[in-house]
Nanobody, 122 residues
Framework: VQLQASGGGLVQAGGSLRLSCSASGGAFSNYRVAWFRQAPGKEREFVAAIRGTTHYADSIKGRFTISRNNAKKTVYLQMNSLKPDDTAVYYC???????????????????WGQGTQVTVSS
């Protein structure tokens, strides 16, 4: 499956953005899709994942919501109450085989989007 991330931008602290991850090819509904982010000088970190159920990193729980529309082959990440620490390049990733215990590990995903920049100003 090929992925394309979009929706990033510049927003003030406390604001909201919605990221989209559009897929082409593959049986999209069979894939677990995750969002990761990478800030300058930091390692890539898990943000959220969805297949049937949803899973979130503790740092964004209660502020971000992941959802999917299989008919549109799109996964969304609604980000509310944004903080400057949320500034990063956000990537979507997909895998048809990642097991639940490994969903936070970026190396378990074999399809990646190109990334979209999110910048939160204070």
């Amino acid at each position: 499956v090929q992925l394309q991330a979009s929706g990033g931008g510049l927003v003030q602290a406390g604001g909201s953005l919605r990221l989209s991850c559009s897929a082409s090819g593959g049986a999209f509904s069979n894939y677990r899709v995750a969002w990761f982010r990478q800030a300058p000088g930091k390692e890539r970190e898990f943000v959220a994942a969805i297949r049937g159920t949803t899973h979130y990193a503790d740092s964004i729980k209660g502020r971000f919501t992941i959802s999917r529309n299989n008919a549109k082959k799109t996964v969304y990440l609604q980000m509310n109450s944004l903080k400057p620490d949320d500034t990063a390049v956000y990537y979507c990733a997909a895998s048809s085989s990642v097991i639940l215990s490994a969903i936070r590990r970026s190396e378990m995903y074999n399809s990646w989007g190109q990334g979209t920049q999110v910048t939160v100003s204070s």
